[in-house]
């Protein structure tokens, strides 16, 4: 999610609590969209020349007002309308780093979780493109702090040297981009916008691995980076040894900087984390919530943010003064809302073709051609697995098959992932990019 989007939700809030009717939210700003968010202003869209004009001309003022309440310093609002930020930033927007002033290494808690990947961090910001901490790859499980990390690190290099071009990019987004230049003519252009980058910080890097466009192009990218001696950046859910199907090539290159890893945070780090963002959301919780909080939510720090953002809205929209009931039932809210939410067979379906390129009508239908049937098992082997759909259930969704298919193809998987670790990994991606639909 754009992080910007988060803080617009909290400026529509304030803006409620400050009295703006909800006819007034409704009309002007359910339609304007969050941008970003950089060390000075705040950028966002509206559909429409009618709809710029009115909260431009009325609601700037409230806006920043907002603002200033949320980061006590004075930001700049700039209202464009979706197409002239398609005309005037479709390059720039990933040129200048999405700053979100949370994300700082003043605001990183260090515990022994992720101290090594902090220090690596620091070190890569203050000096970029020294001789050994190139590239710079920071993996780990998700919600633990690594995209912190990366915007940190263009946040440091940013303030140092105003002049460098940073870029970051998501590894999905890399893919599409590409796609889309080799589609439009435009390879040259691309290739100068990542080429030219004194900083290059990709995001989830494991989303290239296994498109093969895509990763020559990295690979050419990362050579005219590194020789010219520019730091790179990596974030990966998994170390570059467990990218199975990363080409080759650019296995060691990974491997051959500086690979730093973050794991889920221990208790102490967990309440470290807790006291801060409680204090910093003006919340005031005693020791022994603070411990049960940290006793029960361990698996990553998204998830404590959520709980303490459960916390904040029960006690600000519904009155609750903060007590152990409280806390209790933002922990349990926590818990169930991951289990709640399961993927649909859409979903699925969706993240499947999107993995194969196939179009979801075509897997669902007839056609039997190997990687067509590959496919299709797979999604049906995901859906089994990820949802509460019966058998016959699942058949339905694809052109009707009988239950007996769906389970060959069921067992088909299983076996192939035990006896074959690529086609084991490319379930275990399938999976996280599920799994990233519901975060
Ligand atoms: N050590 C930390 N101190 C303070 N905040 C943290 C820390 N680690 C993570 N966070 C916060 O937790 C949230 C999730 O972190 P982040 O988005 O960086 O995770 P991630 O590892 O990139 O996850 P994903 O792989 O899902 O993108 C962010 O709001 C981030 O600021």
Request: glycine fraction near 8%; charge should be neutral; charged fraction near 20%.
């Given at each position: 999610m754009n992080p910007a989007d988060d803080i617009w939700a909290k400026v529509i809030e304030l803006m409620k609590q400050q009295g703006l009717s909800p006819t007034t939210i409704k009309t002007w700003f359910d339609d304007a969209k969050a941008v970003s968010l950089t060390e000075d202003s705040f950028t966002i869209s509206t559909p429409n020349d009618y709809t710029q004009s009115v909260i431009k001309s009325l609601y700037i003022p409230k806006i920043e007002a907002a603002l200033k309440e949320l980061f006590s310093m004075d930001l700049k609002v700039v209202v464009l309308t979706e197409k002239e930020l398609e005309n005037t930033s479709a390059a720039k927007q990933d040129i200048l780093f999405p700053g979100t002033s949370d994300y700082t290494f003043e605001r990183f808690v260090v515990g022994s979780s992720n101290r090594y990947a902090y220090s690596a961090a620091r070190a890569v910001a203050d000096i970029p493109g020294r001789a050994g901490y190139n590239p710079l790859f920071i993996y780990g499980e998700s919600g633990?702090?690594?995209?912190?990390?990366?915007?940190?690190?263009?946040?440091?290099?940013?303030?140092?040297?105003?002049?460098?071009?940073?870029?970051?990019?998501?590894g999905d987004t890399f893919t599409n981009e590409l796609v889309a230049a080799i589609r439009e003519g435009r390879n040259q252009q691309f290739r100068e916008k990542y080429r030219e980058a004194d900083v290059f910080l990709m995001d989830d890097v494991q989303f290239i691995a296994g498109r093969e466009s895509t990763q020559e192009e990295m690979f050419h990218t990362f050579n005219t980076l590194y020789e010219a001696g520019h730091q790179i950046v990596f974030t990966s859910d998994r170390p570059p040894k467990e990218l199975l199907r990363l080409d080759q090539r650019l296995q060691t290159r990974f491997e051959q900087g500086l690979p730093a890893d973050i794991k889920p945070p221990d208790y102490e780090t967990r309440m470290a984390i807790i006291k801060t963002k409680a204090v910093r959301m003006g919340l005031d919780l005693p020791e022994f919530l603070l411990q049960l909080i940290a006793e029960n939510i361990t698996a990553n720090v998204r998830q404590i943010e959520g709980t303490i953002n459960k916390i904040m809205a029960y006690r600000d929209l519904m009155g609750a003064t903060v007590d152990k009931d409280t806390v209790v039932r933002a922990v349990k809210d926590m818990f169930k809302e991951k289990s709640d939410i399961l993927p649909t067979a859409d979903v699925i379906i969706d993240e499947v073709c999107k993995f194969y390129n196939i179009e979801p009508t075509i897997l669902r239908g007839q056609g039997r051609s190997k990687d067509i049937v590959l496919a299709r098992q797979i999604a049906m082997y995901q859906i089994r697995r990820m949802t509460n759909l019966s058998l016959d259930?699942?058949?339905?969704?694809?052109?009707?098959?009988?239950?007996s298919t769906v389970i060959h193809s069921i067992r088909q998987i299983e076996e192939s992932i035990k006896s074959d670790s690529e086609k084991a990994e490319i379930v275990k991606d399938i999976t996280a990019n599920i799994n990233s639909r519901y975060e």
């Open positions: 633990l702090g690594k995209t912190h990390l990366l915007y940190a690190i263009a946040h440091t290099i940013h303030a140092n040297h105003p002049d460098y071009k940073i870029v970051y990019i998501k259930e699942i058949g339905q969704e694809f052109s009707g098959r009988d239950h």
